[in-house]
């Protein structure tokens, strides 16, 4: 797993004033210099980190579940990998399957062929995008010569390990050298900014990753499709919705005796105690049951649809589950107090099996 996905923590470093990840001085906008880019045309030079094509191939860099590229050294191996990682989202969009890694929105505008924006960083970096959306502020204030001459801003950043670790000067058209920001080039900074921070830093592996996708997928056939539509195909959706579940669900009776009342009571206790299970615990008993994650965006995403199987009255065993065919095994409890000390502890100790 560390081949694939790193969890870096954020760590900036500082040598002239730049945007305010946080909010800044006092609200003014001060912070280190990482977060900047040039507005006008760029130069790299090369930092203290050593590229490997071994590195990670994801992490996330600012918004917690949310993946974009890691820049590692291009060789043909590593954008090999980034391609078959393209083909298995595609795999996944063609059998109706869920994608493991939830990507950034940027990453996925970039699959559909569309052109990241600079709104874009809002879910990147949060903390990025507010620092920049405050100079945008401050650009259109009375004072905003006199704002932009007291940050006294280089166009330049150093970007962090997991980006490259280069150094990204500002260049004019006329001489080379850093070019300091002002409430007249800043609205060019900041789109130069993001379109460098998402995409040109690393634009190779996302040509592989979508080249990828496009082995198995035709372009044409994801066209008519945003970026959140594209998630929701392949991550479908985060908060599992009780009532589409239960539209879902069908049950089986094997308890081999005279139930009568006792099964429908039971099949609501079920509900009333799924139903009262935390968002988390909603989630642990989805993946429990059908070995994902999340709910599919719709019914054709359950091959086949999830089905729950009383077992004969038994107040000792946990429940189990056979994913490959999305079956919950419940034994007929003789309290719902009962069952939801049961189902708790067997999405816990995630205990599978073919049963």
Known sequence: MDMIASHPREEVSSRR??????????????????SHVMPISSSVTSGSVVLDESDPLFFQPGKTGFYTLRVGKDTPNRLNAFRNVGRIIGLCLLHNELCPISLSRHV??????????FHDLAFYDPGLYEGLRKLLCAAQSADADEYFSALNLTCSVTMRAEEGGSVVHLVSAEREGSVSLTAYN?????RKYAEYRMVSCREKSL?????????????????????????LLLNGCGDVNVDQLKKYTSFNDETACDSGDLLPQFRHWFWQVVDKLSRKEKQELVYFWTSSPALPSSEEGFQPLPSVTIRP???????????????????????????????????????????
């Open 17 to 34: 004033q730049s945007i305010d990840t946080n909010g800044g001085d006092e609200g003014k906008g001060i912070a280190p210099e990482e």
């Open 108 to 117: 996925l505008k970039y699959l559909l062929r569309k052109k990241p924006a």
């Open 186 to 190: 800043v609205d060019e900074y900041v």
């Open 207 to 231: 040509e592989a990753l979508a080249s990828g996708l496009s082995d198995v997928v035709s372009p044409s056939a994801l066209s008519s499709l945003t970026a959140e539509d594209l998630r």
């Open 313 to 355: 009255p038994d107040d000792h065993h946990l429940p189990t589950a056979n994913t490959c065919i999305s079956r919950l095994y419940v034994p007929l409890y003789s309290s719902r107090r009962i069952l939801r000390t049961k189902l708790r502890v067997a999405i816990k100790t995630k205990g599978f099996g073919f049963v």
